[in-house]
């Protein structure tokens, strides 16, 4: 009897499944752009307020989407530079003894409640970006870190003694076999932090952070529902795009045979 396969699965020449979900893949983003065509329609012919159309024209939606992005994108490049080499870092002789602090400091921050650690940060930096951007990082840090140390810590000690046994140094070792097999363990975090990263810059608002949070609290504060509603499907979408992305990334950035 043949084995059925998955439609929603590539196979490889042989009959081996390439694990990759393609056809899943290019309905995300389909999803989106139809969502995103739907809502263009109906802010075109939709009869608004001046308290709505004003953060709702073109030239603001815009200007308030890339401040929504810049956020999410200096934080996720803080969160790589810092979470990547402290997760390589904790499993390196010595330091690994620190794991069970430097988790516990990342688990806190994702733990506390989002709105209070923006507040908090705010009355000791002051409002704004940078604050923002801080309690952002310290929100999304911990599932880069985390994936980064589980990646590298998965990686099979038969292939590190087989490298040293080849005459390479650690550091190659690191960066030609331990990093490349960690990669899919990795990107994983990578792309769980992203999606953190759009929804909870929402509340940069609250801290003059700027972003998509400011339709929200508009909405909710003057009883406007088309801003509530058109704050909230943006950040939907875009945290569907990002996600799309980080999978499609991912997919790619496998090893073979993974």
């Known amino acids: 009897m043949t084995a059925a396969v998955d439609p929603a699965v590539d196979v490889e020449p042989g009959g081996r499944r390439s694990g990759v979900p393609w056809r899943a893949l290019a309905l995300q983003p389909v999803l989106v752009l139809v969502a995103l065509g739907a809502f263009a329609v109906w802010r075109s012919g939709a009869e608004l307020t001046d308290a709505e159309a004003r953060p709702l024209g073109w030239g603001a939606l815009g200007g308030t989407v890339v401040d929504h992005l810049e956020l ?60 923002a951007v801080v309690a952002l990082v310290l929100y999304s840090v911990l599932p880069v870190l985390r994936n980064t140390m589980v990646g590298l810590q998965g990686v099979d000690a038969r292939l590190v003694e087989a490298g040293r046994g080849m005459g390479m140094s650690a550091l190659s070792v690191l960066l030609r076999v331990e990093l ?29 952070g700027g972003g998509l949070g400011l339709l929200i609290t508009t909405g909710i504060n003057l009883n406007l529902d088309s801003l509530l509603y058109s704050g909230a499907l943006l950040v939907a979408l875009l945290a569907l795009a990002v996600d799309w992305v980080g999978r499609v990334v991912e997919t790619l950035a496998r090893p073979k045979g993974l």
Not at 104 to 131: C, D, E, K, M
Not at 194 to 199: E, H, I, K, Q
Request: aromatic share 6%; net charge positive.
């Open 72 to 131: 999410v994108a200096v934080a996720a490049v803080v969160v790589l530079v810092v979470g990547i080499p402290l997760g390589v870092l904790l499993t390196r002789g010595p330091f690994r003894r620190a794991t069970p602090l430097v988790l516990g400091v990342a688990n806190t921050g994702q733990a506390a409640p989002a709105i209070g650690l923006f507040v908090l940060l705010a009355t000791w930096l002051g409002f704004g970006f940078r604050s």
């Open 180 to 208: 490349p097999l960690a990669v899919p363990v990795m990107l994983s975090g990578v792309r769980t932090a992203l999606v953190l990263l759009v929804g909870t810059a929402t509340l940069a608002t609250f801290i003059d």
